[in-house]
Each structure stands twice: as C-alpha cells, then as structure tokens.
C-alpha cells in the first residue's frame, strides 16, 4: 500500500488525516519504536547485614533499573563503565536475532568494555513478550549487577489470562558482606569451594530473618478482591530457591518469558537464570493479618550453601481506610511452609506441570524431525594442583573443576564470535566438540575412579536451519547434582526428562513433541537427564552453561557455532563500530 506524503507544510489537514489513517494500519500502528537507555557502571556503597561495603551497581541502583519495552521494540542502551572492572551485559534470554555482537557474555559475543570505556547494545525483541531480566556476564559480578527486563505485548494485545490490577517484578538475589571477586579468587587458587552468601534477598533486600534487617524488608502492600501479577526473576549466583506466600496460592501463567497452560501452586522452583510469572488473587475480605513470602534453597549437591531464608512481607490495606495499612506489630503474621531443603519431589512435580500453550495465536513449534543429535553429560570433576609442593583444597589434593563431556571449557583472550566472523578461528577454537562422550560410562552409578577432566576450547558447528536434539545427562562422578542449563540465542522446548541414565532405546518414546514447555534455562535433574529440541535459526556464536556461578567459573560451559543462510535475513550483521577490543 503507497502512502503519498506531500512536500509542502501548508495541509495540515492532511498530515492529521494521515496520521489517522496510518494509525489504522496494524502493521503500522504496532510497530515497535527505539527506546533509548544508560547504564553508567559505578561504585556505590552499600549497606546490608550491617555490613557496609562498595558494590559495582548500574545508575547506583541496587538491584539495578527495570528495562521496560514492547514486542517489537528496537533497544538502544549505552553502557560506561566507570569502575576498575571489566564489564559486559548480558540480555538474558532475548534471542538477539542476527545481532550476537548484543548478547554480552564476556570472551565470546565481545570483549569486554575497559574502564572509561563504553558500548552501545542494539537489538530488536522479535516474537517475545513477557519476564526476562539482565545481568553482567563476567566472574562474579552478577551478584550486584542485574535487573529485570519486562516486554510487554504490542499495544492491543491482551494477556492470555485476566488482566492484573498491578504488575510487580520480585527479583531474588544473593549478599556476600565481601567482595565477590575475592571470593572466586581465592576459590580458584585454592582449588575448593567458595565462600557461601550470608544472605538471600528480594528486590535487593534480606528482610527479617536476619540479623540488622528488620529495616530492610520488601514489602508488597495489596487491596483486597485484586489480581496482581507477581515476575518471578531469580538472579541469585549459587541457588536454586522453593518460593512460597504464607496462606495464598499462585497460579503460574508464564515461564522464561513465554506463556504456559495456567495451573495452581503453593510453591514455586526457580532457579538462577529462570523467571516464572504468577498470578496472585488477594483475599475477599481485609484479613486482619500479614504474610511472610519467603523464598530458600533447594540444595541437591555435597558442597556447602547458604541455609538460610529471605522474607518479605505481604500486607493488606485495611477496607475501612484503603490507603493506610495497620501496624503489623498489631497483626497476627503467618508464615508459608516451605518444602525441604533437599526435596526434589516437590522440585519435580512443578517441573512436570510446565506446559506450552500450544494454541493457535500461541503455538508450540517443537521440531518433529531431528537432523542432529547429541549426549552431553555434564556435572564435576577435578584436575592436578597447579601449584608446585602445595596441596590444593579440591578432593584427594586435586582442583575442583567441571566439564560438558569431559571437557571444561576454556575461555581465550579473543571472543569466539569476532574470530568466528572474521574467519581467524585457528589458534582460538577448535570445531570439534564431541557429540558424545568419548568413553561411557555409568552416569549415575558407582562412580568411575578417574576424576580427571581434560581443558579445551572446543565448539559445535551447525548449519543454519538445523534441527536439533540435546539429551543432557547428570553425572555422579563427585555427587550427583542439578545443573540449570541456560543457552544464548535460542528457546528450546523441554520435551522429556526422567532420573537414573538416559535410556535412548525407550525413553524418546515417551517424549512430549506437543505441548512442551518452551525455556531458555533448564534444570538437568539431580542423577538424571533432561531432553530438549531447538531449531539452530540464529546464526552467531552462542554460549551454553550452568547458570550455577561456580560451576561456570569451574569449566560447565560451551559453544555452539551456527552458520549463516542464503538469504539476507538468515546472516550475521557486521560488527558495530565501538564493539569493546581486547
């Protein structure tokens, strides 16, 4: 359809019966606009626990600014970095179609931006709407750096389930009283595990529970008879958390940022790198009370964690004066029960309620034929002390480490992806990741007696359009553990899961091929597998780990390397023009 536009400003009659005409247009008129952001990285001192140290933060805000945006919408954010660290964001589970150069995982899509330098991340949220968030992507530095990202349907749009009275992003996190960089630090000299958090936190705050925070408690002041729609984010760098309202139920309506078939709860699972919306009905009457929300861990594995628990408050205006709220010194306060510390039974019953919406406006397109599969086991090992005549803190004397088939993975001085487009992968990555173990064993039975794992840097490479099959299967080598796996650039639909090891003569038979969920992050079940399908669409290099900080500075990661199509849309874009240098 032509649209005329006349030269001349003398119609103004015109210009407004344009205007209106172009408004009727939907694919005009739901066209995404650019919105611009900035995050300056700065110090800023911070005080917890009655702990008061220097933290890196965006814009001095802890936890950091909400991005807000619609389906469509082009993202213009300009980062400076001030502080002595390195930096590099990452657009958690934003698919960054043809624009990996956006995706931010430090020494694989970029380098990082150096102090007193700057980076502008431009992307474009194609098909996606819903809870995301956003956090730096390099060591530890998520622990402070990290914020929600919320994309909002195209105007007119509704929510497939009713529309909520209010929209309240709940972001979870973890406080050290130290700095978190010299936690990894000395880990990583020492070969042992880290230090645990002293704290969990909600919206940046650990509430009642622990020493010196009464002050520092989020609280959620609701009305009676109302819908709110709580974003689940969990940024935490360690944990896994169960996450319960004292006397209310949630119903789950979203995960990862895509809509799900709507089921009822009293206790969510997330873990690091997940999101999970939930609708709240608040009761008919003013209860004359106030509940805790709580979250704490889910722990599965052998190592030392932080047993603890965050509360925040949720609290009622009264009816007869709806915009005070009563002492809650005058109120009777419940407290939700929150499953065991070790429960994967509970862990595994929300999982399996997950399902896609698979509607016609929603649909759930899971690959029905597989071109290339692939095992990946995944979970610790260890390596030799690096250090001459001493004895590292890892097993037997040895280094923690961790491994996908074997291999931890190797950052280089040089990200893959400008070395992957410019043709200079030689001497930087190898394109020989095995799409298997090299030797089988018993994943989950008695555990081999060599520990060892082998350091590499080594990649998958797909041609564009391929369909794929992952099956990644929790080892017991050093204990079996859960292992949430978050892959950049794609959603992949979970289309089975099961514990002991994976059985490829019976098990594909029960998979789901019609309403799996459809996530970025998945948790690998504690001495268990999981299956996922994903369409290789997005051409890039793409980052595959643990969303466990540790077992990611550890090695748990990989690469994939998808080539370009034909045709102009199925191609990488250039590199920008102040994309950070090494």
Not at 183 to 203: D, E, K, R
Not at 473 to 497: C, K, M, R, Y
Not at 550 to 573: E, F
Request: glycine share 8%; proline share 9%; charged share 15%.
């Amino acid at each position: 359809m032509g649209v005329f536009l006349p030269s001349s400003p003398a119609f103004p009659g015109v210009f407004l019966f344009l205007f209106i005409t172009l408004c009727q247009i939907p694919e005009l008129s739901l066209a995404g606009i650019t919105r611009h952001y900035k995050f300056d990285i700065v110090l800023k001192n911070v005080t917890r626990l009655c702990h008061n140290k220097s933290i890196a933060t965006v814009n001095g805000q802890f936890p950091g600014p909400r991005i807000v945006a619609r389906e469509g919408d082009n993202l213009l954010i300009k980062v400076v970095n001030h502080v002595h660290n390195n930096i590099s964001i990452h657009w958690h589970g934003i698919r960054q179609l043809q624009t990996g150069w956006a995706d931010g995982p430090a020494y694989v899509t970029q380098c990082p931006i150096q102090t007193s330098q700057s980076y502008v991340y431009n992307f474009t949220i194609v098909g996606q709407r819903g809870t995301l968030f956003w956090h730096a992507h390099i060591s530890w530095l998520r622990s402070t750096v990290y914020g929600p990202l919320i994309i909002l349907p195209k105007r007119g749009v509704p929510y497939p389930f009713p529309k909520p009275h209010k929209e309240v992003p709940i972001i979870f996190g973890e406080w050290w009283n130290v700095d978190t960089e010299a936690v990894i630090s000395q880990a990583m000299q020492t070969g042992g595990g880290p230090n645990v958090s002293n704290a969990y936190t909600i919206n940046g705050l650990p509430g009642p529970l622990y020493n010196c925070s009464a002050k520092d408690t989020f609280k959620l002041k609701v009305k009676p008879r109302k819908t709110y729609l709580l974003r689940l984010i969990n940024a935490a760098l360690n944990d896994e958390l169960f996450f319960s309202i004292a006397n209310h139920s949630l119903t789950v309506v979203e995960a990862d940022a895509v809509y799900v078939k709507p089921f009822e709860t009293n206790t969510i699972v997330i873990a690091p790198g997940q999101t999970t919306n939930v609708l709240l009905n608040t009761k008919a009457k003013f209860p004359n009370a106030t509940f805790f929300m709580a979250a704490r861990p889910y722990v599965t594995g052998l190592g030392t964690f932080d047993n603890s628990t965050v509360a925040g408050i949720l609290e009622y205006e009264s009816d007869e004066f709806p915009h005070k709220t009563l002492s809650i010194r005058k109120l009777p306060l419940f407290k939700p029960l929150l499953p065991p510390l070790n429960d994967t039974s509970s862990a595994t019953n929300f999982s399996n309620k997950l399902r896609s919406l698979a509607s016609a406006q929603f649909p759930a397109n899971v690959p029905q034929k597989v071109d290339k599969r692939f095992f990946f086991t995944v979970g610790l090992g260890t390596i030799p002390c690096q250090h001459n005549n001493q004895t590292c803190q890892g097993p037997n004397g040895t280094m923690f480490s961790a491994s996908v088939n074997n291999i931890s993975f190797a950052l280089t001085s040089t990200a893959l992806l400008q070395a992957h487009f410019f043709g200079q992968s030689k001497g930087v990555y190898s394109p020989d990741f095995p799409s298997s173990p090299i030797f089988p064993f018993n994943y989950t039975g008695t555990p081999p007696n060599n520990t060892m794992v082998s350091n590499g840097t080594k990649l998958v490479v797909l041609p564009f359009n391929t369909s794929v099959e992952l099956v990644m299967q929790d080892t017991s080598i050093l204990g079996a553990e859960s292992h949430p796996l978050h892959l950049h650039g794609f959603n992949f639909f979970v289309v089975g899961q099961g514990f002991g090891n994976f059985d490829p003569n019976n098990d594909p038979a029960k998979f789901n091929l019609v309403d799996p969920v459809e996530r970025n992050t998945v948790g690998i079940p504690s001495g268990g597998w999981v299956a996922i399908r994903f369409l290789a669409d997005n051409p890039g290099v793409w980052f595959m780990h643990c969303h466990l900080e540790i077992h990611t500075s550890w090695g748990l990661r990989m690469a994939w390397v998808v080539l370009d199509g034909k045709l102009p849309n199925q191609k990488l874009l250039p590199p920008p023009a102040d994309l950070p240098k090494c």
